[in-house]
């Protein structure tokens, strides 16, 4: 079956650096996907990752191994409005979205 | 109206209740998706609509019942729900219903409770 793990919860300190982590078993690969979503808003776009390395959008970075079915989210500098759930999603063989449940990541003063 | 929008935001319903979900997308997308997000589990896909034919149905009851009339507007009928259809329901569109880089754009979902 296909399966997307991450951790359901992180708490980090406002101004700090936290890494949320998602490992992947897909039919195929596309591509990886992580989405933003605050309480009660819609899932934002945040990266997209299909070539293994490093991609930096401002605070906000994300990393690919293929080989290893990993992907990370690394968010610098955070701030209290960084207080939202993290998905991770990778697109199969069938250009279909396999979803993670989602990493809820709380921000402490 | 921008992006993706999504009526009503908040629908509470009987088990023998008849209601429908709407969405319309304003941004020119070719596909459409209907969501179940259930509390501290992944997104379940229920069903895709591209150029306004439906393409994907993942095995979802025939209680859910979906209507997509053209590229912009996207509605799921509800009928006889059972309280575990309890979620939030999340509408998003994309450029189109296949190919890589296929970034999908949500609504604000509809918190649906069944009494």
Redesign the interface.
């Known amino acids: 079956g296909q399966n997307i793990d991450q951790p359901t919860e992180m708490t980090a300190t406002e101004g700090a650096i936290v890494q949320i982590n998602c490992t992947y078993q897909t039919s195929g690969f596309n591509g990886l996907f992580w989405y933003q979503q605050h309480a009660g808003e819609a899932p934002t776009f945040l990266s997209y990752n299909v070539l293994d390395g490093l991609e930096e959008k401002g605070r906000f970075s994300s990393f690919l191994s293929r080989s290893k079915g990993y992907s990370y989210l690394l968010l610098k500098e955070l701030q209290m409005k960084d207080s939202a759930s993290y998905l991770c999603a990778v697109m199969d063989s069938n250009y279909q979205l396999i979803w993670g449940a989602g990493t809820k990541l709380i921000i402490k003063p | 109206e921008t992006g993706?929008t999504q009526t009503p935001r908040h629908l509470v319903m009987g088990m023998t209740n008849k209601k429908s979900l709407k969405c319309e997308q304003h941004l020119g997308h070719n596909a459409m998706y209907w969501y179940k997000q259930s509390a501290?589990?992944?997104?379940e896909?229920m069903f895709v609509y591209s150029l306004e034919e439906r393409v994907?149905n993942n095995s979802v009851p025939s209680r859910f019942s979906p209507e997509c009339p053209n590229s912009s507007h996207l509605f799921l009928h509800l009928h006889t729900l059972q309280p575990e259809d309890s979620a939030l329901y999340?509408c998003a569109s994309s450029p189109t219903g296949?190919?890589?880089?296929?970034?999908?754009?949500?609504?604000?979902?509809t918190?649906l409770t069944v009494l």
């Open positions: 993706v501290k589990k992944p997104l896909l994907e999340l296949q190919g890589t880089y296929n970034e999908q754009f949500f609504g604000p979902g918190r």
